[in-house]
């Protein structure tokens, strides 16, 4: 049976031609992170160094997924990731803020999860490594340990805590509160498929003899998925590229530069507040 979907290869032309200057800047800002990561070969310096180096591939994974699902409009699995980039975004920047201090507490949770994982599922992991893992968590858990109103000492359930008990907290410490309220919320909710994570599809529906069409592939947040993954993307990359220089900081602002014109402008052409 011939399926009601258009060739994906065809669709994904339609989608383009529609969104080209979207995809475009998208493209440039793309383009210029992975061939900055291919080229970087420096060692990593200090804690910080090693985050960064860490954080910017894992970015650029995201960035680049949300534009492929973008293209043939699975905006819904694009949302899930565009939260994950949001919340990448307010991670790199509260580490920023406290480099040193911050970026060892950051990958020194590894072991942490590690121990708590290893305690969890005890009799799938190997006993060499539960003492290898033991030793490592001895060495690093007094960097997270605190003390409670009544004086005794805790382990944290996340690694920020206690200087900020939310990602929420972490959010308005850095200047995000908006973006938690307007972007990570809305967000969260496709990720826990309640029911606006169908909005698209039922927006966009179609009434035909009688029945009604979903809107299967409603591309109706393309636009927006791709301008909000570009800002965030850009500021994780301006974070880490002030700590690698990666790219060529002059062509970095002038690409992040024309991208974030241009969507200002489409957004005002739409109505909507930049």
């Known amino acids: 049976m011939e399926s009601p979907l258009p060739h994906e290869n065809e669709f994904k032309r339609k989608i383009y031609e529609k969104y080209k200057d979207h995809f475009d800047h998208f493209y440039l800002l793309h383009q210029l992170a992975e061939w900055a ?12 160094h090693a985050t960064v180096q860490l954080i910017l591939p894992r970015a650029l994974k995201s960035f680049d997924s949300i534009r492929r699902l973008c293209e043939i409009a699975s905006c819904e699995d694009a949302a899930v990731i565009l939260r994950s980039l949001l919340n990448l975004l307010a991670v790199t920047r509260w580490i920023s803020m406290d480099s040193e201090k911050r970026a060892k507490k950051y990958l020194a949770w590894y072991w942490v999860q590690m121990y708590r994982d290893a305690e969890f599922f005890n009799d799938a992991v190997p006993a060499k490594f539960i003492a290898e893992i033991e030793g490592h968590y001895k ?4 960097q997270f340990e605190y003390k409670d109103k009544s004086g005794n000492i805790k382990m944290p359930k996340h690694w920020y805590q206690p200087e900020v008990n939310s990602i929420f907290d972490m959010f308005k410490e850095v200047g995000l509160g908006k973006q938690y309220e307007e972007g990570y919320k809305p967000l969260s909710g496709i990720e826990h498929s309640d029911c606006m994570s169908y909005f698209s599809m039922l927006r966009e529906a179609e009434r035909c003899n009688g029945k009604v069409q979903l809107a299967v592939q409603s591309d109706l947040f393309v636009p927006h ?12 990359f301006r974070i880490c590229n002030q700590t690698m220089t990666l790219a060529d900081p002059e062509k970095f602002d002038q690409i992040v530069a024309a991208g974030v014109a241009f969507y200002k402008t489409d957004m005002k052409a739409k109505g909507l507040n930049p």
């Open 139 to 142: 060495q690093v858990k007094t």
């Open 225 to 236: 998925y791709l301008r909000n993954a570009f800002q965030y993307f850009a500021d994780i």
């Open 37 to 48: 990561l291919v080229e970087y070969g420096a060692l990593t310096k200090d804690a910080y």
